[in-house]
């Protein structure tokens, strides 16, 4: 059975940084490319940012250049090193893979607010 559980979020000033993690049971972890969504009250989910199994990262325009996403195939995890961040990230952060197939975990709220 396959278990996601995203940690790491909470509230944070304009200009801070987080660094959220997303580990991941149930499924051989490396050979999935993995994603972080979002999602904001009132709006859909979007992705924030891809990593594949070669390492190659992919990131949203509104995040390129103040996100990291990173992993851990020893560790079946997948991270996110969020700077600078604004408060229009505010939103309750995801993980799962590229085609979306594994069960969504509960999330980790971000509130960036000052």
């Known amino acids: 059975q396959v278990h996601v559980v995203e940690s790491g979020g909470g509230l944070v000033q304009p200009g801070g940084s987080l660094r959220l993690s997303c580990s991941v049971s149930?499924?051989?972890?490396?050979?999935?490319?993995m994603g972080w969504y979002r999602q904001a009250p009132g709006k859909e989910r979007e992705w924030v940012a891809r990593?594949?199994?070669?390492?190659?990262?992919v990131y949203a325009d509104n995040v390129k250049g103040r996100f990291t996403i990173s992993r851990d195939n020893a560790l079946n995890t997948v991270l996110l090193q969020m700077n600078s961040l604004k408060p229009e990230d505010t939103a309750v952060y995801y993980c799962?893979?590229?085609?979306?197939?594994?069960?969504w975990g509960q999330g980790t709220q971000v509130t960036v607010s000052s």
């Open positions: 799962n893979n590229l085609i979306q197939t594994m069960p």
């Open positions: 149930g499924v051989v972890f490396s050979t999935n490319a």
């Open positions: 990593i594949f199994t070669t390492g190659t990262t």
